[in-house]
């Protein structure tokens, strides 16, 4: 097989496909093994994609930014992907400082890429369609993530991203037209996905949360059930803190109980009545933990909890639930086994009975979990097979889906 071109600008093309893929370039240029063949030819067959990418501009909004969520991690992973050189990413907030946030948050390499804060009140008005126009005519590509609205957008490629099931709008005749100026709505999960395209009439494909599951490791583990989650009444921490005392009452000893998560305010009246809930138990509450003590958290737990949604209507309010599940995976990664609600999009993180488990219900959670807690080869089993499966939404498969998509 022929070697890459030296004169420039197809090599720094090739070192640039290679590294977003995380393939060794030099063994493929200078060796003969087939296996250096084979990631050769899976390089040059991502190249002409790459390649269109170049010397692009490309811009991208979230209404909800500065939340620092899992909707923020996806946008910011975008503006990640296509910042590498030589394209130019804007993403439009009105405050700079949002840049370093996402960056120390997410923990997500945002160097490259520019704060634009004089188009985010343009793209926030109902009107203003000149301007808006005018504004987004300059990207090649233009990426917004939804509110459950749809936003006219006039870029050369446009794309409606969808982290919700939004199971309330109807189809009009001006969303219609929005939507024909849309190359394609993504979508987060399948779930997302049934709703989506059932309320708008659509057919959008499905690129899952990118997770850097080479960021975390298995630790040394020690005997803890974590969860992780933004301390808000849907996430049902209560309803976990109830079954762990109900499995200390029936006798589980010398086992603990984290929860772990985002909050805007540490004495609200939720982290109140939980901190309340726990009192005589081995159950710890840690808010807004950095990402150093996150993955340390998740490195030394053995088993991982997850109850978002439990208990609601989700017929009627499927936004209740968890639409994908990121912090599953990151827990699987970290050699958790997972055993979370059967609702959402977290069926299609974890294969039941073999990568963790799931469950309907409280007695359902205690008695899978107790299985795990009394088997420790069934555990060590089911967390090897947790750090595999996670792969399947590693952040490597998430780059090669977006820088595709045109």
């Known amino acids: 097989m022929g070697l890459p071109a030296k004169n420039g600008g197809f090599q720094y093309d090739f070192n640039f496909a290679a590294n977003l893929l995380e393939v060794n370039i030099n063994s493929i240029i200078y060796s003969n093994v087939f296996e250096s063949e084979i990631s050769y030819i899976k390089i040059a067959s991502y190249m002409t994609n790459y390649t269109k990418m170049f010397n692009h501009k490309i811009g991208i909004f979230s209404p909800y930014l500065n939340t620092l969520s899992g909707g923020e991690r996806y946008v910011a992973s975008i503006a990640e992907c296509f910042s590498k050189k030589p394209n130019q990413v804007d993403l439009l907030w009105q405050d700079k400082e949002i840049k370093n946030k996402l960056s120390t948050k997410l923990n997500i390499d945002l160097s490259s890429v520019d704060i634009d804060t004089k188009g985010t009140d343009t793209l926030r008005s109902k009107h203003k369609l000149i301007q808006k126009w005018a504004l987004m005519r300059k990207y090649n590509a233009f990426f917004v993530l939804s509110d459950g609205s749809v936003p006219f957008l006039f870029s050369k490629n446009n794309f409606l991203l969808f ?17 024909s100026l849309i190359r394609k709505v993504i979508c987060n999960s399948n779930f ?8 708008f009439g659509v057919d959008s494909i499905v690129i899952y949360p990118p997770v850097d599951t080479k960021k975390f490791k298995v630790g040394h583990k020690e005997n803890i059930i974590l969860s992780v989650g933004r301390f808000v009444w849907n996430k049902k921490q209560d309803v976990l803190i109830t079954a762990f005392k109900q499995l200390c009452d029936d006798g589980l000893k010398n086992w603990e109980l984290l929860l772990a998560g985002n909050t805007f305010d540490d004495d609200s009246e939720y982290i109140q009545n939980l901190k309340k809930q726990s009192l005589g138990y ?30 609601e209507d989700v017929e009627s309010h499927p936004e209740y639930t968890e639409h994908f ?15 979370v609600v059967n609702l959402g999009g977290q069926p299609e993180i974890v294969k039941d009975n073999i990568s963790g488990f799931l469950w309907d219900n409280i007695n359902d959670l205690k008695q899978k979990s107790l299985l795990l ?16 499966e996670c792969l399947f939404f590693s952040k490597q498969v998430f780059v090669q889906s977006v820088l595709k998509l045109f």
């Open 373 to 388: 807690i009394n088997n420790p080869n069934l555990l060590r089993t089911m967390s090897t097979k947790a750090t595999k």
């Open 282 to 311: 081995q159950i710890r509450i840690v808010p807004n933990p950095n990402f150093v003590s996150l993955r340390s958290l998740y490195g030394k737990s053995k088993i991982y909890w997850h109850a978002t949604g439990f208990g």
């Open 192 to 199: 997302t996905k049934s709703y989506i395209d059932q309320e």
């Open 325 to 339: 599940g990121i912090t599953t995976v990151e827990a699987m990664a970290s050699g958790n086994v997972p055993v």
């Open 163 to 179: 982290q919700n099931p939004f199971p309330t709008i109807r189809p009009n005749i001006t969303n219609k037209i929005k939507l």
